[in-house]
C-alpha cells in the first residue's frame, strides 16, 4: 500500500512538474515570437475574419496592441460587438470596427464587401481567420458542403473581391489560417459537395487542404504587385473550433487536464498569424507554409500546381466569379 501511494504521489508531483514545465515553455516562446512591429503596424488596416472569439480575437487584440485599425468580421453581429466592447475595454482606442459577415452566404461575402470598399480607403492586410470544424453535415446558403463553403469558397470570394484595394495599398499581406490536418484529406473533384459521401473528418482536412492550394496559386497570380500571401497552421489550440465534437462526460476532466498542459492557448496559437501580419522579416515572402513563425516543409499534393490551378477554375465557378 505505501509502495502504491509513494507512486501515485511521484506521478501526481512528475504531472504536476510537466504542467508547469509547459506552461513556462509556452511563455518562453511567446516572449522569443510575440509582438509584430509596432512601427510597421502603426495606423495599418487590417481585416480579420472570426475576430470575435480563439485566435482570431487574440490576433485583433495583438495587432491593435500595435497600433493597427482592425476591422473585425463576424457573422455573429452581438457576439462581435461583445468582444469589440471588451477589447475596447482592455486596450482603449477607436481603432477598431465591427461589420456582419458570414461566409456560409455568398450573399453577405458581396455585400461586406460593397460595404468596405465604399468605406476604407486602404487594406493592408488580410487575415483568412474563420472556419468550421468537424461539423455534421449540413450546407451553406448557397448549397455547398459547411466546411468546403466557409473554410474555402467563402474566404477565395472575399479575397477576390478585396484584391483590387489590397493592390492600391501596396505594399499589403494576405494571411491564411490552415491546419496540420490537410495531411489528411485529398481534392476529390468529382465530388467536392460530399454529396456522394461525407466524412466530417476528411472533409474538415480537405477545406484545409484547399486553403493551402489557393495560397500558392493566389502567390503566384500576385507576382510583381508587391502584395504577398502566406498561410500558416496555428497547431493544437484550446479554442471553441472544436464545439462540434463530442467528449463524453466521464472523459471531460481528463480532457480538460490534458488541454490545459498539451495545447496552445489562444495567444500562443495567435502568434505565427500576428508574425505573418506584421513581422518585417516576411516583408515580400509569399506562397509559403508556416509553423510556429518559422517556414515548414509541405507534402507533395499541397504542392501540386495543376491540382491549385484547377481548384482555382472551379472555385471561380462556384462563387459566380465566371459563369
Given amino acids: ?29 511567446l516572449r522569443l515570437h510575440g509582438g509584430g512591429d509596432a512601427d510597421l503596424h502603426a495606423r495599418k488596416t487590417v481585416l480579420i ?42 486596450l482603449g482606442g477607436p481603432g477598431l470596427v465591427v461589420r456582419e459577415l458570414d461566409l456560409a452566404s455568398l450573399r453577405s461575402v458581396r455585400a461586406f464587401c460593397r460595404q468596405l470598399l465604399q468605406e476604407e480607403p486602404r487594406l493592408d492586410v488580410l487575415i483568412n481567420n474563420a472556419g468550421v470544424f468537424q461539423c455534421p453535415y449540413m450546407k451553406t446558403e448557397d448549397g455547398f458542403e459547411m466546411q468546403f463553403g466557409v ?21 499589403s499581406r494576405i494571411v491564411v489560417v490552415s491546419s496540420k490536418l490537410y495531411a489528411y484529406g485529398d ?8 454529396e456522394q459521401s461525407y466524412n466530417k473528418r476528411f472533409c474538415y482536412s480537405r477545406s484545409k487542404l484547399a486553403n493551402i492550394l489557393f495560397t ?9 504587385t ?4 502566406n498561410v500558416l497552421h496555428p497547431g493544437v489550440v484550446r479554442t471553441n473550433l472544436g464545439r462540434h465534437i463530442h467528449i463524453p462526460l ?26 505573418l501580419a506584421s513581422s518585417p522579416e516576411v516583408e515580400g515572402v509569399s ?28 472555385s471561380e465557378v462556384m462563387v459566380g466569379i465566371l459563369k
Fill in 226 to 229: 508587391n502584395v504577398t500571401v
Fill in 49 to 90: 475574419t472570426g475576430a470575435n472569439s480563439g485566435l482570431g480575437r487574440s490576433t485583433a487584440a495583438e495587432l491593435l496592441r500595435l497600433g493597427a485599425r482592425v476591422i473585425m468580421g463576424c457573422r455573429d453581429r452581438a457576439r462581435a460587438e461583445e468582444a469589440a466592447g471588451q477589447l475596447r475595454r482592455e
Fill in 250 to 275: 466521464l472523459a471531460k476532466p481528463l480532457y480538460n487536464l490534458v488541454s490545459w498542459a498539451f495545447f496552445k492557448t489562444p495567444l500562443e496559437g495567435a502568434q505565427t498569424s500576428i508574425y
Fill in 216 to 224: 500558392r496559386e493566389l502567390a503566384r497570380r500576385l507576382e510583381g
Fill in 1 to 29: 500500500m505505501a509502495v502504491a501511494t509513494t507512486a501515485a504521489l511521484l506521478a501526481a508531483l512528475g504531472g504536476s512538474l510537466w504542467l508547469l514545465v509547459r506552461r513556462f515553455v509556452g511563455r518562453e516562446v
Fill in 187 to 194: 481534392i476529390n473533384f468529382e465530388d467536392l459537395n460530399s
Fill in 287 to 314: 506562397g509559403k507554409y508556416f509553423g510556429d513563425c518559422k517556414e515548414e516543409e509541405l507534402l507533395p499534393k499541397a504542392m501540386d500546381e495543376s491540382v491549385a490551378r484547377k481548384l482555382w477554375d472551379i
Fill in 151 to 171: 473554410n474555402h469558397l467563402g474566404h477565395f470570394l472575399l479575397t477576390n473581391l478585396l484584391l483590387g484595394l489590397l493592390k492600391s495599398s501596396a505594399p
